[in-house]
């Protein structure tokens, strides 16, 4: 990273394991929190076109998660729908692979030291 002869960009969900010695030889460090509830139900819309606005508001409101997650969740929503032959929106499916999402999220293993 010191011979580097321009603008690096890096993001990590894991700043709490970069070490000090690492993190010093970044200039900026810019923190995103997650998305607000309004701005999840309008990526959940962006993601499901078919999502009603009441629909994406419920699960917006009681899910808190972020745009990638929302993103990987539509991903294995359509996949689904494409495996099971149905290119209907089931607004129950959907709610649970998202607690399956929020389970997976809880227990995978520390990254790191």
């Not at 993601?47 to 745009?67: Q, R």
Request: net charge negative; glycine share 6%; charged share 25%.
């Amino acid at each position: 990273m010191e011979t580097l002869e321009g603008i690096m960009i890096a993001t990590t969900n894991l700043t709490a394991n970069l070490d000090k010695a690492f993190e010093r030889r970044f200039l900026y460090k810019i923190r995103y929190d997650k998305p607000t509830a309004e701005a999840r139900a309008e990526i959940w819309q962006t993601m499901l076109p078919g999502l009603s606005s009441a629909d994406a508001k419920v699960i917006a409101s009681e899910f808190d998660l972020s745009g990638g997650e929302i993103e990987n969740i539509a991903r294995k929503h359509a996949v689904n729908a494409i495996l099971s032959g149905s290119d209907e929106l089931d607004l129950g499916a959907l709610i649970d692979i998202c607690r399956v999402e929020r389970i997976a999220h809880t227990q995978r293993p520390r990254v790191g030291f």
